[in-house]
């Protein structure tokens, strides 16, 4: 038998104890394993009884990982939090309390990077439709649901009511049921896919088999939307979540509707559905301009006058792609060819003005 990395010597019975308790919360089988493991981690190398832990182990426990081991920031945040949570829990409130948590690390990717434009979005569905109607359907259902891998994965045929375009996720996250949607073009994706789908080999109902009849995988989900994404040529990281997070902000850039979104995506708190809620400071300058600065009836700007300055050509070129509507191969090659012309002195093509304002 192979030998544990971190055996756990001591507080055994106090670490099962409060795990039971976060499952009796509802805590995600995923999330109570990382608290496992940081709990492990933390006790293996103060090496005491829980009850007699004090606060300079704790900040022993913070050098090693910050300094010896070099973890990265939100490892560290997360080994910290998840101790003073535990020890609150065997009522050392007076230690816990007294844990001075490191401030929590916020890597924002760049805001095109963490969801799908519209034109990548209907790339993703003509791919999926080359690797078969299973996948199509999959990827169709994540789109206009909104609905998580893992929910995906526990779907029965009879959860999906193909009449009125819904389906029940009998557990979703934190065990909590709720009802998800889709549109049409979904509901004709499943209805194909339903006509193919062979009796499960272990007698199942899953909505998804996998080729050899069980029910399929979170990996496999997350392998074949990666696989569709890079068929499609997108550069981005493209995970479930990040089709989840594409749907949740359609919600909000179409209907302007949080509470309706939360409602969607199955938020307990509008404050997560408000991290799916982004403005680009192009949009934010549009909107200034559309409500605080609206030009007097009669004398609105023509952009085609004369010739616009540099800036308002550049600031266009930029509009169109944050949208989507540019191409970046096209938005970048017109944005160096208009530098270049006007660094030297040139005078910028019509056609160029012609794609940043059309």
Known sequence: MREEKYPLRRG???????????????LAAGSVRKVWFYLKLGLWFIDKEPTDITLQDIEAWRYEMTVVRNYEPETVWA?????????????RKDIADAIELPKRPRQVPPEKEIWLLPEE???????????????????KLMLS??????????????????????????????????IVCFDHETRDALVEWLKLRQEPRDGCHALFLSKFRTRISSHWVAEQVKECAVLAGIRKNITPHKLRHTFITNVIERTKDIPLAQKLAGHSEI?????????????????????????????????????PAPQKVL?????????????????????DEYERMRGAGGKVQRDQIDVAYR
């Open 12 to 26: 055994k019975e106090e670490v099962e104890r409060y795990l039971d308790k976060r499952r009796a919360d509802r």
């Open 79 to 91: 080994a910290i939090i998840t101790l003073r949570k535990f020890l609150r829990f065997l009522g």
């Open 121 to 139: 979005q209907e790339r993703m569905v003509r791919k999926s439709m080359e690797m078969g109607i299973r996948e199509y359907a999959m990827i």
């Open 145 to 178: 649901s909104g609905i998580r891998r893992k929910e995906l994965v526990d779907l029965e045929v009879e959860d999906v009511d193909l009449d009125k375009l819904r389906a029940h996720v009998r557990h979703g996250k934190g065990d909590k049921a709720r």
């Open 271 to 307: 404050k997560t559905t408000m991290r799916y809620h982004h403005s680009t400071q192009e949009e934010v300058f549009s909107k200034y301009r559309e409500y605080l600065d609206t030009p007097t009836p009669g004398n609105e700007p023509n952009p085609y006058e004369n010739l």
């Open 315 to 335: 600031r266009a070129l930029d509009a169109k792609f944050l949208k989507g509507e540019l191409p970046f191969a096209v938005y970048s090659k017109l944005r």
